[in-house]
């Protein structure tokens, strides 16, 4: 066991699975000598060689379309994209193609392709280096989408991506890279996709989020009253999404409350709300409660936390909907 | 049946002001005044200090993140070719340029100081912020240079971007474009050698960068980019072609003095000993010594203009700090021309949860009966 941050937990992963399977390739954007700009890939190139961690050209299509090629042909591709913001020119890629060709060849070719992306803001980072834009791949069929809150979560979440059969997307809260440490063991495990956490247990509210945002939504816990008792659940996978971990707890809760950073409109609170309302109808006590990001871009960072659904509103959206 | 040569070409390389401030008079000849090249040298100079200040504020918490131009500021010679009511359409590495086609420096800080305004281009100026992804907005010069074409308004729009940027789809499709559209539109690839931590090398497997306008149809050329000199005369030429529906793209061969930005540190990829002898070909040395050699330049001259460039720096960092704070209704504001009610009542209630959104729901007391 040792106590490390989501971004020594992402290296560690990283290091296991190059270690166990020399298949293993990652590409991207000085991700090599540097160590990524966030020091995720620090020290990687130097144990595994130029070939295996791979700086490339300044070009995000071209990594993620000669990603799909390398994974199409044996090798289980890593591509890295610095930023969110920065999936822009890859999109073609990694939503017409990546995501298609199992389909569309009747599982002839297979994109066992994982791709890690930073997310979200809090940062003070510039412009389209902030930004939560899970809820666009989420709604792209055949991409699977995962997002850890913590450092355990993350080794054996990547793990999992890298060992699967299809694409995954895995985004990095790049706010938590270096919030807190945990326990991490040593041997590799995994965390399945698809499987939801439940960070605390409670009984009179459902608090679901993923990401940064459960960090917020633990801070909003503790301004509320004592004797108001939340149940917290953690996503991690947001595709495909743990609908009875949710079901569950909102059947024993009656309320539910969803954050996110990114905007309200159309993002994964709506999805998480109309199953909600679905789902639960019956044991409802209260409207389902979004806490979102503004149907507004992400301010430069002078605004960034007028923007940001920090732990206050949070903590006020939980309050408004128990007492209801 | 014997083998033709389809195409054949040449990439010339033009430095007219070497690094020991040696100019080549032929070539300099019909390009810059005497006048022009002490504004040139007291304008670099002040850019640079304007950037060391940055990077201090920087360290002090009092800037965000923010990419360093030093050594490039002789990009500031397009300028003197562009006409007033040329585009400018940049990345982040030609503020020298900027600032002298009229945009107040302040804009620049005000943008790494994370507010918008600092994007609020002047009326009277024909510019684009700053383009944050890279390679992306040479493709909006070519439509620029397209559109002044179609509307028969003398115009040419010049775009900036890095070595890396080559690298994109983008930049390919914008120089296609100006070309087979015969678009008014000057390219400057500013070549610094690296892209965040990749080398050039690793960039191109190319010899040159102009060589890739070649494919497009396009003018190309290299140039000594920390040459006044060079940089204006390919640039007045480039105007002169584009005007005649012959876009052009010239690579200058410059280097990135600094870090990436403030949270790069090129220590970790970078030779000290390559560093080093780029520094023998900045710009600003070698451009002082040709104003020495022609006793246009002097030690109590250079300390007046380091007085005058605090004051002057000193004053633009005050105006982008002494800014009133923005308003967070801002951020709903200046999503469309007409705010949707939706949007409205976000900005009005700054929450996105509807309980307490709406009057009617106020006493967050259900209706009688509405229980399960």
Known sequence: MANLTLVQAINLALTQEMEADDNVVILGEDVGLNGGVFRVTEGLQQRFGDNRVVDTPLAESGIMGTAIGLAMNGIKSIPEIQFEGFLGPAYDQLVNHAARYRSRTRGAVTIPMTVRVPIGGGIHAPELHSDSPEAVYAHTPGLKVVMPSSPYDAKGLLISAIRDPDPVLFFEPKRIYRAYREEVPEDEYTVPIGKAKIVEEGADITVVTWGAMTIQCINAMDSLPENLSVELIDLRTIYPLDVDTIVESVKKTGRCVVAHEAPLTAGLGAEISALVQERCFLHLEAPVQRVTGFDTFMPYYKMELDYLPESPRVAEAITACAAY | ?372
Not at chain 2, 141 to 156: C, H, S, Y
Not at chain 2, 213 to 226: E, I
Not at chain 2, 324 to 347: H, S, V, Y
């Open chain 2, 1 to 372: 049946m014997p083998i033709k040569v389809a195409y054949k070409a040449t990439i010339e390389h033009m430095q007219i002001l070497d690094e020991q401030g040696v100019l080549d008079a032929k070539l300099a000849r019909d390009t810059l005044t005497d006048d022009q090249v002490v504004m040139l040298y007291e304008h670099m100079s002040m850019c640079r200090r304007l950037d060391e200040i940055a990077f201090k504020l920087q360290r002090s918490g009092r800037l965000g993140t923010y990419p360093q131009n030093m050594g490039q500021e002789a990009i500031a010679s397009v300028a003197l070719a562009a006409r007033k009511q040329d585009w400018m359409v940049p990345c982040y590495r030609e503020n020298a340029a900027l600032y002298l086609h009229g945009l107040p420096p302040e804009k620049i800080l005000l943008h790494w100081m994370g507010d918008e305004r600092g994007n609020q281009i002047p009326d009277d100026l024909n510019m684009l912020p700053m383009s944050i992804p890279i390679g992306t907005h040479m493709l909006h010069a070519a439509g620029i240079g397209w559109a002044a074409k179609l509307r028969g308004i003398d115009q040419v729009a010049f775009t900036f971007f890095g070595d890396g940027s080559t690298s994109e789809g983008d930049f390919h499709e914008a120089c296609n474009f100006a070309g087979v559209m015969e678009a008014p539109v000057v390219f400057f690839c500013q070549n610094n050698n690296w892209a965040i931590s990749t080398p050039r090398h690793k960039q191109t497997h190319a010899e040159t960068f102009a060589q890739k306008g070649l494919a497009y149809g396009l003018k190309v050329r290299q140039v000594d980019g920390n040459d006044i000199f060079a940089i204006y005369k390919a640039a007045k030429e480039a105007v002169a072609d584009a005007l005649h529906g012959k876009p052009t793209l010239i690579e200058t061969l410059t280097y990135r003095l600094g870090d990436h930005t403030t949270a790069d540190d090129a220590r970790r990829y970078r030779d000290d000993a390559e560093l080093e002898a780029a520094k023998k070909r900045d710009p600003l040395i070698r451009t002082r010594k040709y104003l020495e050699s022609k006793d246009l330049w002097s030690a109590e001259l250079e300390d007046a203009m380091i007085e005058t460039n605090k004051k002057k720096v000193d004053d633009i960092v005050a105006r982008a700090t002494n800014i009133e704070p923005p308003k967070t209704t801002d951020i709903f504001d200046a999503m469309f021309a007409t705010t949707p009610p939706e949007l409205a009542r976000q900005r009005d209630t700054m929450q996105t949860h509807s309980l307490g959104m709406f009057p009617q729901q106020e006493t967050l007391q259900a209706p009688q009966g509405a229980h399960a």
